[in-house]
């Protein structure tokens, strides 16, 4: 992948936990979530349980919530190759605590997410193809290029 490429992964990423993450960001709009989830959970007859939250799971989602926020907004506003690997680390840390969760029997919904977080974690983990350089040898192959020599 090239890097224009991986940045364009970073910030779609980025964009994902914004659109995903800002309900989280207050205790008020992290219980409509909650309820709205429990809602869905019900309908679709799913195992596991989605229970009710109390004010200590609204305090930590929504620092969470928060964090994530300002996290996301600098890699849609700067992202990076640097900003890329330590979301990779993230991710795999969230998919990791999400697998967790659904195991210990909590909703299956949350599956969804850990999709998401696997498919980004795979993208920016993903090696960057070193660019071409003139005469078709790369960065990495310069002391061997015998273009490089010509130059």
């Known amino acids: 992948m090239t890097e224009v490429h991986y ?3 970073v910030r779609a990423s980025a964009l994902y936990d914004l ?3 800002w309900p989280l960001a207050t205790p008020w709009t992290l219980s409509l979530l ?3 989830l429990g809602e869905l959970h019900q309908q679709l007859g799913l195992p596991g349980q989605l229970p009710a939250p109390d004010a200590l799971h609204l305090l930590l989602g929504s620092l969470l919530g928060s964090l994530v926020l300002v996290w996301a907004g600098l890699r ?3 992202p990076s190759v640097l900003l890329g690997r330590l979301d990779l680390l993230t991710r795999v840390a969230f998919l990791s605590w999400e697998l967790w969760a659904v195991a210990q029997g909590l909703s299956p919904l949350l599956l969804g997410f850990a999709f ?3 498919l980004f974690g795979v993208a920016q983990a ?4 070193q660019p071409a350089l003139k005469g078709g040898c790369s960065d990495a192959a310069v002391p061997r290029c015998p273009a490089a020599s010509r130059s």
């Open 7 to 9: 940045l364009r992964w």
């Open 19 to 21: 659109i995903v993450t």
């Open 34 to 36: 909650l309820a709205q």
């Open 76 to 78: 849609v506003w700067r």
């Open 116 to 118: 998401f977080e696997a």
């Open 126 to 129: 993903w090696p960057l193809r």
